[in-house]
């Protein structure tokens, strides 16, 4: 190898990773949290849902589904503000993270409410809970709890997937690793940190998912 | 007036005619054991009552007030009419206590201090007031079944449905549920119950339904039922299981 | 030394850029073109071996020559003192016209007045460096992954300001758009280099060589009129 | 400025669809066969097998697949080797496919009951005999919906192989835009055979669960 | 020689001791009945003597061979003792003849057709020659429990463990189940169950192991163990469930 590694624009550019992995993690905390909330609802909504919102919510889930991340960011940065609606490139994407783990969200949470005892739902209605209350306080949680680490696998994913952020100028790791090397043209060492790093994130995501399920589920199993 | 009054009732899946005209009128404080074969349509008829499935023919009225599809009148029907489960259905992700007071909060929206105060009174009712906090995996079936009860008491029913309660406990464990159950009977509790304990119906039932492909086949004290069964099909049921 | 096993190989490896109009993008049949395509041409001409074209992005083009797939990038490259440190660079071969354009009713004059401004930029780009140099600290530059990004951020609003090349802004007013970009101010006339590794003097010379001829010979010239719809500059 | 008609632009991102199929397929087959080697060395018993699985599966699952492909091709070009892009787009896809499936089947053959292992053992057959004979068939059913349904991942994920030099559906979008400057059209198009793709694998996979669900229902 | 010997056996899980210290030896043609609590260590004493747990401290033997852990050891063991558990353990995906052909093909590597009438010829003596080619699913409880049998006896064990092995079907299905294990003990087939059908230990078995809190508590025929029980755990035991 007559290639000499050299990480001498770290000092220079350290303010730039560091908003970097600033805005990546900023991003994967609001698009985990908001996005885990949309897909309970379209996860209720097909699961236990009124029968004209059932197709709705399919198609948007197909649709996200089967579409690349990259193209659904662009349709809301670039093709939303000619309906008259325009957002910053952070907005739009949280935004676009947010629709695209909902509709994942949405199948694996789906797979845990069907999983559901039917027992646990006659046992909600005959103490006179109404539908939505069942599902509320009756289905909900162990439902959640049967799925959690697909969806945090899930949650991971689709943290390293916002790298595609950086295309609309949002400025997160990748984009910081993209701009570093366009300035200093040491694109291995950039990439070989940006790589450690979202690895970091990834360990660290993981971690942080298994103590929340920790804390919100009981201990002992629910089967 | 009765408290119960099922009247020609018929209920079907698809083709299948699984109720084929039920009538049945309980008073205030009586315990009835529902016995029969498997498949006789026993369960169907609790779960009619309780309204988690729709009759096709027929009314059944509850404390005088009919039974209606709607939610409305279900969760007023619910809030009369408890319901108990063979596989008991606690809340997995609630501890003992929780699953007592959720449905007094969410449905009465009782207030979380009074409704620990009953929660606390009913599991001491059915023996388990020291496992309050206990999540259901770290109960015994039979202790798991109590808390099952106490839930359904605590929304102070005036009646419960039992659907073979103790079918799924181990041996020992079956006489603690029973002798809860004997209690709430003895306190004048008004109860319906499917069970496969004959012992259990003889000593404790005023009266015993004997179900035959979704009819009343007998019906009467236990006294009668038991030991001057009518009809070939009773007989051959108690010699088969007893 | 690149130059020898050019000549033996009688190939030459070039890295040329498809999605950076006019330097290089993609006709009809999914061919590159360009200015950066056709110096390509010029120099495995002179050299008289063939021509590979290697498209590439900003994103992989110094890794393509760092790792010797290709021997040459000409992708409208600038030029900066850490870049220096990296790869070495040729004489300039292109001209780069370009500045910042914006809405008729947009009050920008000079680099100053772009103060509290938002403007967008392709990554990496020529004139994302020298933006960067020259706007004032609270300018916000948005920097985009490719003209395409750029052009679409100033159409949707996005920005209000660009700094690209005036044939970007050509290709744009051709399209007859709501918005149209007016020039507000060149930046200063920066050139783009050709790339090559370091310690390749052989090749460096012989690069240099062959674009003091076209310069010369008015084969560069032809390739600027064809391309930026401008004569070479002198000063180049 | 532009030269392209509708129907150029179509039937260019079509044409280069083929290597997004292309690609697909390859990682998917390669990916199969290492993810199943890789899912024995997870399962297995001894200390070193999973504990190599579980590192190769958190890197790969933990570093965006972007990375690796650069890093396959470039990083070591770095050190002399010269890999042709085939190669380490073929690679790079596979070890990382590979990684998801080993994880998705083992949640599969970890679904099975203990019982069956009980059973099985209690015959007198082996490790290998069970996982052959009893487990592996069962979890093979399982599996296959989940399977299906990443395949679709598969797809979308060879977009990224552009960065090495690719031009598949995605890179070909990007270049057909910056040639045209029509991104509407363009990435519409895009979108829309992405759908036609996918869809399909992601309908058969929901189809093939509702069909197995039918058939376990009584278990 | 006795045909089981189990000597001394102590088995801990972490800290929790669940056998401790069992001395048992079973005779060629006895039939075992094993009773106790919920948790008094039944099954582990069972999985213990098939190997499906390792044993801490003492030893196990069968036809004379020492329980070694060890595959080969535990291949051979296997071969002489067959197991079946409370919750069947069918495949799910193999029709009932090939359930029981499997283990012969893949481990004794019998050839198919061998297989194939060993297996109908096991299924003929439960009853269920007919449903050679049905798929557990489609086969009732009591069923399915019968082709776990005959998927044992198709490996020709010299003993048979049985866990509980009517615990999960409906009374009316446990008889049919019960009927096959007399008709095995009658043939002289060596038998070790846990059950809690008190009639059927007391009218098939020739030894009853009474089993509390790890230990042999009482041991001896039936007519003493049930008629004259020695400890108060044994006549609470007794009295609890009967
Ligand atoms: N949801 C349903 N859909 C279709 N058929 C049903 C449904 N529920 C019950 N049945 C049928 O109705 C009949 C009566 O069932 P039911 O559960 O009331 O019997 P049961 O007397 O409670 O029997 P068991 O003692 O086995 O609990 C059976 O033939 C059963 O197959
Ligand atoms: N794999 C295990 N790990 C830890 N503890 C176990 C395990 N298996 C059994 N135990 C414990 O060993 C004790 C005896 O269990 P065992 O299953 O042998 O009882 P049993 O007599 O068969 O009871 P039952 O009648 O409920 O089947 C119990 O306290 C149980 O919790
Ligand atoms: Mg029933
Ligand atoms: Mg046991």
Known sequence: MNYAFDFGWLADYWPVLLKGIGITVELTLVGGVLGIGLGIACAWARALGPGWLKPIVAAYVEMIRNTPFLIQLFFIFFGLPALGLRMGELPAANLAMVINLGAYGCEIIRAGIQATPRGQFEAGASLGMSRIETFRHVVLVPALQRIWPALSSQIVIVMLGSAAVSQIAAEDLTFAANFIQSRTFRAFETYVAATLIYLALAIALRQLLRGIGWTIFPKRAAR | MSLIEITEVKKRFGDNEVLKGINIDVEPGEVIAIIGKSGSGKSTLLRCINGLETIDEGSISVAGAQLLPDELHLKALRLKVGMIFQGFNLFPHLTAGRNVMLSQMVVKKTPKAEAEVMAKKMLERVGLGHKFDAYPDQLSGGQQQRVAIARALAMQPIALLCDEITSALDPELVNEVLAVVKELASEGMTLMMVTHEMRFARDVCSRVVFMHQGRVHEIGPPEEVFAAPKTPELKQFLGVTH | DALATIEAGKVIRIAVPQDFPPFGSVGADMAPKGYDVDVARLIADKLGVKLELVPVTSANRIPYLQTSKVDLVISSLGKNAEREKVIDFSTAYAPFFNGVFGPADAAVKEAKDLSGKTVGVTRGAVEDLELTKIAPADTTIKRYEDNNGTISAFLSGQVDLIATGNVVAAAILARNPPKKPEIKFLIKNSPCFIGLNKNEPALLAKVDAIIADAKKDGALDAISQKWLGAKLPADL | MSDFTTWDILRNLLLSARWTVLLSIVSFVGGGLVGG??????????????????????????????????????????????????????????????????????????????????????????????????????????????????????????????????????????????ATFEPFTVYGFVALIYFCLCWPLSKSSQILERKLNVAHRNH
Do not use: H
């Open chain 4, 37 to 178: 080697a890789l899912l024995f060395a997870r399962i297995g018993k001894g200390r070193l097998g999973p504990a190599f699985a579980r590192t190769y599966i958190e890197l790969f699952q933990g570093t965006p697949l972007l990375m690796q492909l650069f890093l396959a091709f470039f990083g070591l070009g770095l050190f002399g080797i010269d890999v042709p892009a085939w190669l380490a787009a073929g690679v790079a896809l596979i070890l990382w496919t590979a990684a998801f499936l080993a994880e998705i089947w083992r949640g599969c053959v970890e679904s099975i009951a203990k019982g069956q292992w009980e059973a099985s053992s209690s015959l007198g057959m082996g490790y290998l005999q069970q996982m052959r004979w009893v487990i592996l068939p069962q979890a093979l059913r399982i599996a296959v919906p989940p399977t299906v349904g990443f395949s679709v991942q598969v797809v979308k994920g060879t977009a990224l192989t552009s960065i090495i030099g690719f031009v598949e559906l995605s890179k070909a979008g990007t270049m057909v835009t910056n």
